[in-house]
C-alpha cells in the first residue's frame, strides 16, 4: 500500500510503507520521526549533568553498600543519616541561594 487517493482526487502517501526486505521501511520510518544529528548533539549537552547526577547518586549508594558489611544497626543509622542530610541539605542550599534575592527585595534584611 504504497499511497491511496483521497475522494477529491488528490493522491495520499500511506505513513507507514509495506516493506519486502525484512524491516527496511521500518528504520526508515523511525530516521524520519527522530533526528538522529539532532538527538547526539542533545545528548553530548546534557552528558555532564547525567553524570554528575549518576555520580551524586553513587556516592550515597556505595557507602551505604559498605556500612552494610558492618551490621543492620550500622545499616539503619547510614541510611537515615543519609536521608536526613539529603533532605536538609538540599533545602539548606536552596534557601541559601535564594536569601540573598530575598535580602535584595527587602533591603531591611541583613545577611
Not at 79 to 98: P, R
Amino acid at each position: 500500500m504504497a499511497g491511496s487517493s483521497s475522494s477529491d482526487g488528490r493522491a495520499t502517501a500511506a505513513l507507514l510503507e509495506e516493506s519486502d526486505d525484512k524491516g527496511r521501511e521500518n528504520r526508515r520510518w523511525f530516521n524520519k520521526v527522530l533526528d538522529m544529528e539532532e538527538a547526539k548533539h542533545q545528548l553530548l549537552f546534557s552528558l555532564p549533568m547525567i553524570l554528575t547526577n549518576l555520580f551524586y547518586y553513587l556516592i550515597t549508594l556505595v557507602s551505604v553498600m559498605l556500612v552494610g558489611h558492618l551490621g543492620e544497626l550500622q545499616l539503619a543509622g547510614a541510611t537515615l543519616a543519609n536521608s536526613w542530610f539529603s533532605v536538609t541539605g538540599v533545602a539548606l542550599m536552596v534557601i541559601h541561594s535564594f536569601l540573598p534575592l530575598l535580602c535584595l527585595s527587602f533591603p531591611q534584611c541583613v545577611v
